[in-house]
């Protein structure tokens, strides 16, 4: 079984600061990695996801994430963050194969931008 | 990305009657589709794998005399809470998986279903 470690439930910062949410994961396979955004009363959004190549993933506003594997880690940055990128951010992981491609998510960590 | 959309965004239903959600792939094929219900403040809870064609894998706990879902086709799964009670109020989201990206799984909007 797969189990996914957001250890900041909450994570306050101000506007133009850099930010890390951190991701860890333990499983006794491969794994793909994910991170969804969740804005209030909406849905998730596929923010970025690794699953094989490069370790350094981008998503198109800014955010970064790094698979370490040594590690199990999967941490999601920015180097500025914006108001409007207040939300619940969730880390998931999915095995590369069997499991019938179930997502196991993190329990989420709440970004909350202040001016 | 690929789109996923859900039907109703929001519903308010009296004790005892089903309410059934939609969830569409809007722009791909989805032969798994998933439905979550997720609590305030809380991560998502998987409650049932719906592949097209085939009857619906649920979760450990999950009651699938309560919580009907069908998959009638590659782009629409439905979930039908039946005889809801206040305590099945909660958000749902479904999601679809993409075969063309892996298996990434898109996730719709969700649903606010609130029992009176």
């Known amino acids: 079984a797969q189990s996914v470690t957001q250890l900041d439930s909450q994570v306050p910062v101000f506007e133009e600061a850099p930010v890390e949410l951190r991701c860890n994961y333990s499983?006794?396979?491969?794994?793909?990695l994910f991170w969804y955004v969740q804005y209030p009363n909406q849905g998730l959004q596929l923010l970025l996801k690794y699953l094989s190549g490069s370790t350094l993933v981008e998503s198109i506003n800014g955010f970064e994430a790094e698979f370490n594997k040594s590690q199990t880690s999967f941490h999601l940055r920015k180097p500025s963050v914006h108001i409007s990128d207040t939300a619940e951010y969730f880390c998931a992981v999915r095995r590369l194969t069997g499991g019938g491609n179930k997502l196991t998510f993190g329990t989420g960590t709440q970004l909350k931008v202040e001016l | 990305g690929a789109v996923v959309s859900q039907h109703p965004s929001r519903v308010i239903c009296k004790s005892g009657t089903s309410v059934k959600i939609e969830c569409r792939s809007l722009d791909f094929q989805a032969t798994t589709m998933f439905w979550y219900r997720q609590f305030p403040k809380k991560s998502l809870m998987l409650m049932a794998t719906?592949?097209?064609?085939?009857?619906?894998?649920?979760e450990q706990g999950v009651e699938k005399d309560k919580f009907l879902i069908n998959h009638a086709s590659l782009t629409l799964s439905t979930l039908t809470v039946t005889s809801a009670h206040p305590e099945d109020s909660s958000f749902y989201i479904c999601?679809?998986?993409?075969?063309?990206?892996?298996?990434?799984?898109?996730f719709g909007p969700g649903t606010r279903l609130t029992v009176l």
């Open positions: 499983s006794s396979v491969s794994v793909y």
């Open positions: 719906s592949n097209e064609g085939s009857k619906a894998t649920y």
């Open positions: 999601s679809a998986s993409d075969p063309a990206s892996t298996d990434t799984q898109y």
